[in-house]
């Protein structure tokens, strides 16, 4: 049996002696793997890039008090980008099932259509959602814009959603009862041990207490700061000021408040600073 | 024998693109083979989820042939046709002059000479290849190329050699060898003809021809049905769907625990289908414990692994919808209004609860409209027709909305007719069978029309949004089918009058253009013919009433009858012009064929007001009314052959005019204006 770390560890190793640069999760609260800089700015230009990284993604709206076997608001994805796509990518992404020990001669590997896009982030690309016996395992990507942007070299992106392939390597109907560090008895530390308090009481804060005026100023904050900094031509600071937008609006949205319109309107918003970021990006970075 | 085999390995098509891009490859290959003068038979192609296979039996010459290409005309600068020679190396003296729509072009002669196919047919296959119209295309690696998904391999094989054909922009070239199925024979395999493709797939485990998957899963489907005495329930679409994403077809069966099966078939059913792709089995007509899916591998173990998988997936999201269906069972479904006030629908116009109380009350319009006997049960449905939107399990499964609510309201006890209500009012039209949900579902429609045209997002264009197009003509086709005699305008206006005022003004009017709209496209699709739908189509008529009348006239009209009904109608309106006397003085009518003529339009002033007081319903009273009319049509023409209106003496003149005012005034009644 792989451990969750075990997996993580096999993925790791797999991605960086293919080349990648194994990289550590970015330190903000991101919706997901893409929202990255590691990602998302670095798919803009010709440059070719190769990172491999976990990133904890929050979606507080998928909150569930710890009381959902299935979902929780914040997971775990493992992310590989490659710019540009290699030719045989999908045979190297299979590898990496046998890696983490999916033995495809027993098992049911389909790629099934998923065109992706991200409002938020003016994105979108063409690939598949990859099942494994009816189960989704990881999102295959080829980004096609990004930013209002159309893409330059085309990056593959590889999303693992961890705590699904744990729950299937495992045989695990709970997600709580995952086991984290693949020792038994004692010693063992199981994925509630590690994530139920945060599940709990993210939960009640993202449903019950976010204080909606001090999100929206917030948000108004970041939105200022993000526009000031562009104009400085300071990228990376400017972008961090936009993920904080994204993933205030996912507080806002998560708290039930927005109606449709203003729904709308704040995704309109935190795309232009994506877009802002990604056009000085690609002026200053070619 | 076929001659030619291409095969071009694609990583996974779309599975509901592939049936259209196969078609239209091999309509460009046939027709570009065509036009450079290629003989072809046999020609056919398959698609699978990586592979675009096309192959035919081909000439190995190409027909030698004459091409008259058009030129400038002559009147063009010398410029123009110095550039037009100089492009196709000629001299003015080589060119002829032809006219073409009263203008006079040059055109040259371009004479093709005897080539091997094998020199063209590469070029024809890569620029067929780029023109395939993908609703989505992409891009991939650093190359400048657009398909619907990475190309991955060309293999071309013509008169048993590799044919050599160059995607540059790719940097792929084609070959003589393929691969076979992912997982069970990934090895290279070489291909020497276009026969041996076809059984060396086979035992590659790739079934080429979609057909044959398909014929594959049903005859495996027909199995279990034997075996375990069940019933597959197979909706096409989705066969369809699962045709298109597998290369070998294995069906598996699984199973669905037990405590599931209390749940309602939809709630089963919806993750089923929908999400996991699986099809239901029924015994007895019952939701049965079994589910059947298609895997695209044959497995070591038999399936089993794949199997407990599924079942692991499955039971997952049943285990979700059951806790759902709990929870939401330990409220009442009317107590959920208070919870619809937190979903917001428009900043302008409220929340959810707004927008459910605007809809009941639109119900009580129209029943008092059409004064409903059963107002009461209308009522009841409007009140708890939205309360299933506040539902955990309608939050989740949000296709679940109608059928969730009408199964809680059966469980606490509604009326069956409320229950049908509420599960009918998001469903198409012809699958509402009670005249409760059927104004339920027109109150609804109404209502969203309105209001979206009250926020000036009306459709425009390709873009609608909101669905108010389909909106419209849902309250059109419930109209029709239930007999509803209502005043759509005063519906519409009683909505208007609900909304805060500082919306669109003229909107009762918009509304109003915008259903009479959508009613011509309606009728027209009926079969009603423009000049007739023009006419009946006002803003005067009910829109039952106007049904009524199209089809009426329509059939009327496609007679002789009818015909010569509309002849004598024009011809006299030709003569009365602007005449509005309608005084005959007996003593004035002289000849026997006015006197006659005189003596019927009296009898069918008589016959319209019995027909209008003995008439059960308005169709009944248009069309005894109409045919009395036809009858007169043989007395008029009568009347026209014998008789000159425009006699010197204007006091018959006049008097025989107004005789004819008379006539007319009748048709009116009956023929709309524009006839």
Redesign the interface.
């Known amino acids: 049996m792989k451990s969750f770390q075990d997996i993580i560890f096999s993925l790791q190793k797999y991605w960086g002696d293919y080349g990648c640069a194994v990289l550590q999760p970015y330190d903000m609260e991101v919706g997901a793997g893409t929202f990255s800089p590691l990602t998302f700015l670095k798919s803009l230009g010709k440059k070719s890039w190769r990172a491999a990284y976990v990133q904890p993604s929050r979606r507080p709206a998928d909150g569930r008090y710890g009381e959902?076997?299935?979902r929780v608001q914040k997971h775990h994805q493992f992310q590989v980008v490659i710019k540009?796509?290699?030719?045989d990518i999908?045979d190297i992404y299979l590898k990496s099932l046998e890696v983490v020990g999916i033995d495809?001669?027993?098992?049911?590997?389909?790629?099934?259509?998923d065109?992706w896009e991200s409002p938020t982030l003016g994105a979108a690309?063409?690939g598949?959602e990859i099942w494994?016996?009816?189960?989704e395992i990881t999102q295959f990507t080829?980004f096609?814009q990004l930013g209002g942007i159309f893409?330059d070299?085309?990056t593959?992106e590889l999303t693992y959603g961890l705590e699904r392939l744990a729950m299937?390597l495992q045989?695990e109907?709970n997600v709580y009862n995952l086991n984290w560090n693949g020792k038994e008895g004692d010693g063992k530390i199981s994925y509630r041990d590690v994530c139920l308090q945060q599940e709990i009481e993210f939960s009640k804060y993202s449903f019950e207490y976010a204080n909606v005026d001090i999100l929206r100023q917030h948000f108004a904050d970041a939105e200022l700061e993000c526009r000031k900094l562009v104009e400085k031509e300071l990228i990376l600071p400017a972008y961090d000021q936009c993920i904080k937008a994204s993933h205030l609006f996912n507080l806002m949205d998560a708290r039930?408040t927005?109606?449709?319109?203003?729904r709308v309107d704040r995704i309109a918003r935190v795309r232009a600073l994506a877009k802002l970021c990604c056009e000085v990006q690609v002026k200053n970075h070619e | 024998m076929n001659n030619f085999l291409l095969e071009l390995m694609v990583?996974?098509i779309?599975?509901?693109v592939q049936t259209e891009a196969i078609s239209e490859f091999e309509k460009l290959v046939t027709a570009e083979l065509e036009k450079c003068r290629i003989r072809y038979k046999n020609s056919y192609s398959y698609i699978s989820?990586r592979r675009i296979v096309f192959s035919a039996e081909l000439n190995l010459k190409v027909d030698e042939f004459t091409e008259e290409k058009k030129g400038p005309q002559i009147t063009a600068t010398p410029e123009v046709i110095e550039r037009f020679l100089h492009a196709n190396s000629v001299s003015r003296r080589e060119c002829i002059e032809k006219e073409v729509d009263k203008k006079i072009f040059l055109f040259i002669k371009i004479k093709h000479k005897v080539r091997d196919t094998s020199e063209v047919l590469g070029n024809i296959i890569k620029n067929c290849t780029k023109k395939i119209l993908w609703n989505?295309s992409?891009?991939?690696?650093?190359?400048q190329f657009y398909f619907v998904?990475?190309l991955?391999n060309v293999m071309a094989i013509f008169n048993g050699n590799l044919l050599d054909i160059k995607f540059d922009e790719i940097?792929l070239v084609s070959c003589n060898h393929t691969y076979g199925h992912r997982?069970i024979a990934p090895q290279k395999i070489e291909i020497a003809n276009v026969d041996e493709y076809f059984s060396k797939m086979k035992n590659a485990f790739v079934i080429l021809d979609a057909k044959e998957r398909r014929n594959v899963i049903i005859d495996e489907f027909k199995n279990l049905e034997s075996q375990r005495s069940i019933f597959v329930e197979v909706n096409e679409n989705l066969l369809d769907e699962v045709v298109g994403?597998v290369e070998y077809p294995v069906v598996l069966l699984g199973r669905i625990p037990e405590r599931f099966m209390k749940l309602p078939e939809e709630v089963i059913t919806t993750p089923l289908r929908v999400h996991?792709r699986?099809f239901p089995t029924r015994i007895d007509g019952k939701l049965a414990p079994y589910f059947v899916?298609i895997?695209?591998?044959v497995?070591?173990?038999g399936g089993k692994?794949?199997i407990?998988?599924?079942e692991?997936?499955?039971?997952?999201r049943l285990?979700?919808a059951l806790?759902f269906f709990e929870t939401d069972l330990q409220c009442s479904l009317e107590s959920r209004r208070a919870d619809l006030r937190?979903i917001?629908?428009?900043?302008k116009l409220g929340n959810v609860l707004d927008r459910a109380n605007r809809v009941s009350n639109v119900c009580d319009y129209i029943c008092n409209s059409l004064e409903m006997e059963d107002s009461h049960l209308v009522k009841r449905s409007s009140i708890l027709a939205k309360c299933d939107l506040a539902t955990s399990m309608v939050c989740e499964f949000p296709e679940l909305q109608g059928i969730m609510g009408a199964h809680y309201a059966r469980i606490q006890g509604e009326d069956p007719a409320v229950c049908d209500a509420i599960r009918c009012q998001y469903l198409p039209v012809h699958e509402i069978t009670s005249s409760i949900s059927a104004i339920l579902s027109l109150a609804d429609k109404i209502e969203l029309v309105t209001t979206f045209f009250a926020l000036e997002k009306k459709p425009t264009g390709s873009k609608d949004p909101f669905a108010l197009r389909r909106a419209a003509i849902g309250i059109l086709k419930i109209t029709e089918k239930f007999q509803f005699d209502f005043n759509l305008k005063e519906i519409i206006q009683k909505t208007f009058q609900q909304l805060p005022d500082d919306l669109r003004i003229d909107t009762v009017d918009c509304v109003h253009d915008f259903i009479l709209g959508r009613l011509k496209i309606v009728l027209k699709e009926m079969g009603i013919q423009q000049n007739i739908l023009n006419a009946t189509v006002t803003g005067e008529d009910s829109i039952l009433n106007i049904f009524s009348k199209s089809k009426v006239l329509n059939d009327f009209l496609q007679n002789s009858l009818g015909e010569k009904l509309l002849i004598i109608h024009k011809r006299t309106k030709n003569i009365i012009l602007l005449n509005s006397e309608t005084f005959v003085d007996e003593k004035l009518l002289q000849e026997k064929e006015e006197i006659t003529l005189w003596e019927k339009i009296k009898k069918l002033e008589e016959k319209f007001s019995r027909i209008a007081i003995e008439s059960e319903s308005f169709i009944e009273k248009f069309t005894q009314q109409l045919s009395a009319c036809a009858e007169m049509a043989q007395d008029a023409s009568v009347f026209f052959d014998k008789i000159l209106v425009n006699t010197d003496d204007s006091m018959i003149r006049q008097n025989r005019l107004n005789l004819l005012t008379r006539l007319s005034f009748i048709f009116d009644t009956v023929i709309p204006a524009g006839l």
């Open positions: 959902n076997p299935n540009p796509s290699p030719d999908q495809h001669k027993l098992h049911d590997i389909r790629f099934v259509e065109d690309g063409l598949w494994c016996d009816g189960m080829y096609q893409c070299q085309i593959v299937f045989s109907d039930g927005l109606s449709v319109t203003e | 990583e996974e779309p599975s509901g989820p989505k992409m891009r991939w690696g650093n190359y998904r990475p991955r940097n997982f994403l996991q699986y899916f895997a695209n591998n497995a070591t173990d692994t794949i407990e998988g599924n692991r997936v499955l039971n997952a285990a979700d806790f937190k917001a629908f428009n900043d």
